[in-house]
């Protein structure tokens, strides 16, 4: 948390919202020790459930600042996410690095004078291979967008109105616990909603669901050591017509154009919950 309270300091805006908390199960007051109480506390059990809980901060900053500038990746390692899928994010206007905790006061400072405004903070907190999404653009036009893949080629698409997102999971790594895999991928949200047949307990029904349309050929996989953040923005190409990083990360508001930076800080923690005594292992 010491990456957000410095973030307060440094930049003008909102206080980040508080870090989520996973409930826990308080030890209950025993009065008085009976047969019966005992009995109840041999039934259960403590286990440790490791927990991701990831600090996600959204910035705005004048057209060009993360694009057409340095500024903000000289502090930045951008070889985690793969030479390969590196080239291939920048070629469709994304760009990704890893920066270190110590990395954070001298960025930040950049990221102020560059004008950088801090529109929106909030946490999520997930037991690590659960999928959460970030919203990157809401409510969008229809729109056509064209994708590059890592063979050179490349295909449009028109896609309905809706929510630009980023899905995100979480991994954790055996032999080092402290740090986060970070798993991502753009994808798109209809506005309108229609039916599909899915089974819930092989009992086939109806529900009414948006359409999701994921840019997988995008997705990407790096490793966040203890401490340190990600920072996921526009690259050059972004401002190419109909290219990925325009659609995600670059909005429009009074005639003028703003890139979306975004932020993320996972860290691990570590959470006791009571579960029947002959229950398997849920911890990682």
């Not at 047969?35 to 991701?52: C, G, I, N, T």
């Not at 092989?202 to 920072?231: C, H, W």
Request: hydrophobic share 40%; proline share 8%.
């Amino acid at each position: 948390m010491a990456l957000v309270h410095f973030l307060a300091t440094i930049l003008a805006g909102c206080q980040p919202d508080p870090a989520a908390q996973m409930p826990t199960t308080a030890p209950a007051a025993v009065l008085l020790s009976t047969p019966e109480v005992s009995a109840a506390k041999a039934a259960r059990r403590k286990l440790m459930v490791l927990m991701v809980r990831v600090q996600i901060e959204t910035f705005e900053l004048p057209i060009g600042a993360a694009s057409e500038s340095d500024q903000i990746w000289t502090y930045l390692n951008e070889e985690p996410v793969g030479t390969q899928r590196g080239v291939t994010l920048g070629r469709n206007g994304i760009r990704i690095g890893v920066g270190r905790a110590e990395d954070w006061p001298d960025l930040a400072r950049v990221l102020k004078r560059l004008k950088g405004r801090r529109v929106l903070g909030h946490t999520i907190t997930s037991l690590p291979g659960a999928t959460k999404v970030v919203m990157l653009q809401a409510k969008q036009p229809p729109q056509d967008v064209f994708t590059f893949y890592e063979d050179l080629t490349g295909s449009g698409k028109r896609y309905p109105a809706g929510d630009a997102m980023l899905a995100i999971s979480t991994a954790l790594n055996e032999d080092d616990i402290s740090s986060v895999q970070i798993t991502g991928m753009p994808q798109i949200r209809s506005s309108e909603h229609r039916p599909r047949i899915i089974r819930d307990r092989s009992t086939p029904r109806i529900v009414d669901r948006p359409e999701l349309f994921n840019f997988e050929p995008l997705t990407f996989r790096l490793e966040v050591p203890s401490g340190g953040f990600v920072v996921i923005g526009p690259s050059a190409e972004a401002q190419r017509p109909h290219s990925v990083g325009r659609s995600f990360l670059i909005s429009k508001r009074k005639g003028m154009s703003f890139e979306t930076v975004l932020l993320l800080m996972p860290k691990v923690r570590r959470v006791w919950a009571e579960v029947p005594a002959g229950s398997a292992s849920v911890a990682p």
